[in-house]
Protein backbone atom coordinates (compact mmCIF):
# COMPACT_ATOMS: atom_id res chain seq x y z
CA UNK A 1 0.00 0.00 0.00
CA UNK A 2 1.24 3.37 -0.88
CA UNK A 3 1.68 6.02 1.88
CA UNK A 4 -0.24 9.24 1.69
CA UNK A 5 1.54 12.18 0.60
CA UNK A 6 2.25 14.58 3.88
CA UNK A 7 2.58 17.62 1.86
CA UNK A 8 1.22 19.15 -0.86
CA UNK A 9 3.31 21.99 -2.98
CA UNK A 10 2.55 25.54 -2.44
CA UNK A 11 0.39 27.15 -5.31
CA UNK A 12 0.01 30.88 -5.72
CA UNK A 13 -3.75 30.77 -7.00
CA UNK A 14 -4.73 29.63 -3.87
CA UNK A 15 -4.66 31.57 -0.26
CA UNK A 16 -2.14 30.22 2.45
CA UNK A 17 -2.66 27.46 4.17
CA UNK A 18 -2.76 26.44 7.70
CA UNK A 19 0.46 24.13 8.38
CA UNK A 20 2.15 25.95 5.25
CA UNK A 21 5.40 26.23 5.22
CA UNK A 22 6.94 29.55 4.25
CA UNK A 23 10.62 30.56 3.53
CA UNK A 24 12.53 33.68 3.99
CA UNK A 25 9.67 34.98 6.16
CA UNK A 26 10.84 38.93 7.04
CA UNK A 27 9.68 40.13 10.65
CA UNK A 28 10.30 43.87 11.04
CA UNK A 29 11.07 44.58 14.43
CA UNK A 30 11.95 48.23 16.48
CA UNK A 31 15.10 48.78 18.12
CA UNK A 32 14.63 49.04 22.00
CA UNK A 33 16.09 52.02 22.52
CA UNK A 34 13.30 53.88 20.22
CA UNK A 35 10.19 52.65 21.72
CA UNK A 36 8.36 55.78 22.05
CA UNK A 37 9.87 57.95 19.73
CA UNK A 38 7.49 58.73 16.84
CA UNK A 39 10.96 57.58 14.27
CA UNK A 40 12.24 54.66 14.73
CA UNK A 41 14.81 52.21 13.34
CA UNK A 42 13.59 49.23 11.72
CA UNK A 43 15.83 45.62 12.92
CA UNK A 44 14.51 43.08 9.87
CA UNK A 45 14.44 39.43 11.37
CA UNK A 46 14.77 37.22 8.45
CA UNK A 47 13.03 33.55 9.51
CA UNK A 48 14.51 30.53 7.35
CA UNK A 49 11.27 28.98 7.52
CA UNK A 50 8.01 29.64 9.00
CA UNK A 51 4.74 27.60 9.68
CA UNK A 52 1.17 29.23 9.15
CA UNK A 53 -1.21 28.55 11.97
CA UNK A 54 -4.13 30.89 11.14
CA UNK A 55 -6.62 28.82 9.81
CA UNK A 56 -7.83 28.60 6.21
CA UNK A 57 -11.23 29.94 6.36
CA UNK A 58 -9.98 33.29 7.78
CA UNK A 59 -7.49 33.45 5.26
CA UNK A 60 -9.77 32.35 2.35
CA UNK A 61 -12.10 35.01 3.78
CA UNK A 62 -9.88 37.55 3.69
CA UNK A 63 -8.16 37.32 0.41
CA UNK A 64 -11.55 36.96 -1.17
CA UNK A 65 -12.78 39.81 0.38
CA UNK A 66 -9.22 42.03 -1.48
CA UNK A 67 -10.05 40.17 -4.86
CA UNK A 68 -13.86 41.58 -4.87
CA UNK A 69 -12.61 44.98 -3.87
CA UNK A 70 -13.14 45.27 -0.46
CA UNK A 71 -10.78 45.60 2.97
CA UNK A 72 -9.54 42.54 4.61
CA UNK A 73 -10.79 41.62 7.68
CA UNK A 74 -8.05 39.73 8.91
CA UNK A 75 -5.21 41.96 10.94
CA UNK A 76 -2.47 39.39 11.13
CA UNK A 77 -1.32 35.79 10.15
CA UNK A 78 -0.22 33.48 13.14
CA UNK A 79 2.90 31.88 12.71
CA UNK A 80 5.58 29.29 14.26
CA UNK A 81 9.24 29.72 14.30
CA UNK A 82 10.83 26.48 12.36
CA UNK A 83 14.32 25.43 12.71
CA UNK A 84 16.16 22.79 10.52
CA UNK A 85 15.32 19.81 12.97
CA UNK A 86 19.02 19.12 13.47
CA UNK A 87 19.55 22.37 15.12
CA UNK A 88 16.39 21.97 17.42
CA UNK A 89 17.77 18.87 18.43
CA UNK A 90 21.03 20.54 19.56
CA UNK A 91 18.51 23.05 21.64
CA UNK A 92 16.05 20.47 22.99
CA UNK A 93 17.81 19.01 25.53
CA UNK A 94 19.19 15.84 26.09
CA UNK A 95 19.08 12.27 24.08
CA UNK A 96 15.88 11.34 26.18
CA UNK A 97 14.22 14.75 25.40
CA UNK A 98 15.00 14.34 21.80
CA UNK A 99 13.87 11.03 21.54
CA UNK A 100 9.99 11.87 22.07
CA UNK A 101 10.51 15.74 20.48
CA UNK A 102 11.23 13.60 17.10
CA UNK A 103 8.31 11.29 17.63
CA UNK A 104 6.16 14.46 18.09
CA UNK A 105 5.44 12.91 22.09
CA UNK A 106 6.72 16.33 23.72
CA UNK A 107 4.04 18.76 24.62
CA UNK A 108 6.29 21.65 23.91
CA UNK A 109 7.85 20.76 20.21
CA UNK A 110 6.82 18.96 16.87
CA UNK A 111 9.06 17.80 14.27
CA UNK A 112 8.20 17.80 10.63
CA UNK A 113 9.87 15.04 8.30
CA UNK A 114 11.74 16.61 5.30
CA UNK A 115 9.65 17.54 2.06
CA UNK A 116 10.87 16.28 -1.40
CA UNK A 117 11.77 18.18 -4.10
CA UNK A 118 8.83 17.65 -6.05
CA UNK A 119 6.48 19.00 -3.61
CA UNK A 120 8.43 21.96 -2.64
CA UNK A 121 6.60 24.80 -4.82
CA UNK A 122 10.68 26.00 -5.33
CA UNK A 123 12.01 22.56 -6.21
CA UNK A 124 14.48 22.28 -3.87
CA UNK A 125 12.86 20.42 -0.88
CA UNK A 126 13.35 21.36 2.65
CA UNK A 127 15.05 19.41 5.12
CA UNK A 128 13.32 17.67 8.44
CA UNK A 129 12.34 21.09 10.26
CA UNK A 130 11.55 21.48 14.28
CA UNK A 131 9.07 24.01 16.10
CA UNK A 132 9.04 25.26 19.13
CA UNK A 133 5.59 26.30 20.46
CA UNK A 134 6.98 29.05 22.36
CA UNK A 135 8.61 30.33 19.19
CA UNK A 136 4.90 31.98 17.43
CA UNK A 137 4.77 35.39 16.14
CA UNK A 138 2.03 37.58 14.13
CA UNK A 139 2.62 39.69 11.23
CA UNK A 140 0.10 41.93 9.37
CA UNK A 141 -1.77 40.04 6.68
CA UNK A 142 -1.49 42.22 3.74
CA UNK A 143 2.47 42.47 4.45
CA UNK A 144 2.39 39.09 4.21
CA UNK A 145 0.95 38.69 0.99
CA UNK A 146 3.03 41.28 -0.64
CA UNK A 147 6.17 40.01 0.59
CA UNK A 148 5.30 36.77 -0.42
CA UNK A 149 3.64 38.90 -4.22
CA UNK A 150 7.21 40.05 -4.50
CA UNK A 151 8.97 36.63 -3.81
CA UNK A 152 10.67 38.65 -1.03
CA UNK A 153 9.13 35.23 0.65
CA UNK A 154 8.32 31.99 -0.88
CA UNK A 155 5.45 29.34 -0.23
CA UNK A 156 7.03 26.07 -0.32
CA UNK A 157 4.32 23.64 0.67
CA UNK A 158 1.72 22.70 3.11
CA UNK A 159 0.77 19.70 5.29
CA UNK A 160 -2.18 17.57 4.17
CA UNK A 161 -4.57 16.71 6.47
CA UNK A 162 -4.90 14.55 9.43
CA UNK A 163 -1.30 16.23 9.23
CA UNK A 164 -1.25 20.06 9.29
CA UNK A 165 -4.67 19.36 12.06
CA UNK A 166 -2.12 17.39 13.92
CA UNK A 167 0.00 20.33 13.99
CA UNK A 168 -2.52 22.65 14.57
CA UNK A 169 -4.05 20.87 17.44
CA UNK A 170 -0.94 20.35 19.09
CA UNK A 171 -0.04 23.63 19.30
CA UNK A 172 -3.09 24.91 20.47
CA UNK A 173 -3.30 22.27 23.36
CA UNK A 174 0.35 23.59 24.69
CA UNK A 175 -1.39 27.52 24.28
CA UNK A 176 -4.16 25.96 26.90
CA UNK A 177 -1.31 24.75 29.36
CA UNK A 178 -2.43 25.64 33.28
CA UNK A 179 0.39 25.95 35.64
CA UNK A 180 -0.87 24.65 38.76
CA UNK A 181 0.83 26.38 42.15
CA UNK A 182 1.61 22.85 43.40
CA UNK A 183 1.25 19.45 41.94
CA UNK A 184 -1.25 17.11 43.13
CA UNK A 185 -0.28 14.97 45.99
CA UNK A 186 -1.69 11.35 45.95
CA UNK A 187 -1.40 9.46 49.25
CA UNK A 188 -1.31 5.89 48.93
CA UNK A 189 -3.62 3.50 50.54
CA UNK A 190 -3.10 -0.05 51.69
CA UNK A 191 -5.22 -2.32 49.61
CA UNK A 192 -8.57 -3.85 50.64
Not at 21 to 27: D, F, K, P, R, Y
Not at 61 to 72: F, L, S
Not at 101 to 118: F, G, I, S
Not at 123 to 147: C, H, M, Q
Request: aromatic fraction near 8%.
Amino acid sequence: MERPAKYIASSDAEPPRQGEIISGLVQVRMQLDDVGLVSARAIPLIHPFAIVLTQDCDLEQHVGRIKRGEEGNLPSVLFCEAVLASHLRETAGGKDIWKRVRQNKDERYHCLERVPAELDATGAGINALGIDFKRYFTLPTDEVLERIRRAESRRRAYLAPPYSVHLAARFYYYQMRVALPDEHEIEQTPAV
